[in-house]
T-cell receptor, first 116, second 114 residues
Framework: GAVVSQHPSRVICKSGTSVKIECRSLDFQATTMFWYRQFPKQSLMLMATSNEGSKATYEQGVEKDKFLINHASLTLSTLTVTSAHPEDSSFYIC????????????FGSGTQLSVL | LAKTTQPISMDSYEGQEVNITCSHNNIATNDYITWYQQFPSQGPRFIIQGYKTKVTNEVASLFIPADRKSSTLSLPRVSLSDTAVYYCLVGDMGSGGGADGLTFGKGTHLIIQP
């Protein structure tokens, strides 16, 4: 299946710093990428939808100024958690829609963010 | 988006066949049914997708009745490594301009014992 690469896999940062997470589709073009957040023992929660070349669409309750999303190319989307605080600690996962694979969603391996 | 209902957890033993059923009563005409597997601290992994009747691949089968209001993921001869959370998702996968990130339900925590 298609491969979605997500980096870093784990990041620990101090409160107040910004953290950037990258999501790349390695062998396909992804016109749409999605960002999720998952707390321990809970399901994935969609944060935002990112379309190449346009502004991201955020789900209700997700602060767009805190979670900056950039989808500059058909293979790369980034999520920047700005001025991170301990409550932002979570598992962040990206996914990409592969047009070539009957619109299936493929997921990255996730990023565990811990804010001290 | 069609809401899905799955059992919260299931237990089975190595070598058994496991069937996980998902209810999606308000599935729409354009909706596909997709199942994902997730291990702790990993992203979900695609298992199988179908629209109607039966789909089979190297790891699982998906049974969808004619009314499409439910679906059953069948895992043949499970092993300990199949212990994971399984998510049933329903959404419009077929439209070229679709931006549906798919809504994840609570999933089914499958525990395989020796």
């Amino acid at each position: 299946g298609a491969v979605v690469s997500q980096h870093p896999s784990r990041v620990i940062c101090k409160s107040g710093t910004s953290v950037k997470i990258e999501c790349r589709s390695l062998d396909f073009q992804a016109t749409t990428m999605f960002w999720y957040r998952q707390f321990p023992k809970q399901s994935l929660m969609l944060m935002a939808t990112s379309n190449e070349g346009s502004k991201a669409t955020y789900e209700q309750g997700v602060e767009k100024d805190k979670f900056l999303i950039n989808h500059a190319s058909l293979t790369l989307s980034t999520l920047t958690v700005t001025s991170a605080h301990p409550e932002d600690s979570s598992f962040y996962i990206c996914s990409a829609r592969s047009r070539a694979a009957n619109e299936k969603l493929f997921f990255g391996s996730g990023t565990q963010l811990s804010v001290l | 988006l069609a809401k899905t209902t799955q059992p919260i957890s299931m237990d089975s033993y190595e070598g058994q066949e496991v069937n996980i059923t998902c209810s999606h009563n308000n599935i729409a005409t354009n909706d596909y049914i997709t199942w994902y597997q997730q291990f702790p601290s990993q992203g979900p992994r695609f298992i199988i997708q179908g629209y109607k009747t039966k789909v089979t691949n190297e790891v699982a089968s998906l049974f969808i009745p004619a009314d499409r209001k439910s679906s059953t993921l069948s895992l043949p001869r499970v092993s300990l490594s199949d212990t994971a959370v399984y998510y049933c998702l329903v959404g419009d996968m077929g439209s070229g301009g679709g931006a549906d990130g798919l809504t994840f339900g609570k999933g089914t925590h499958l525990i395989i014992q020796p």
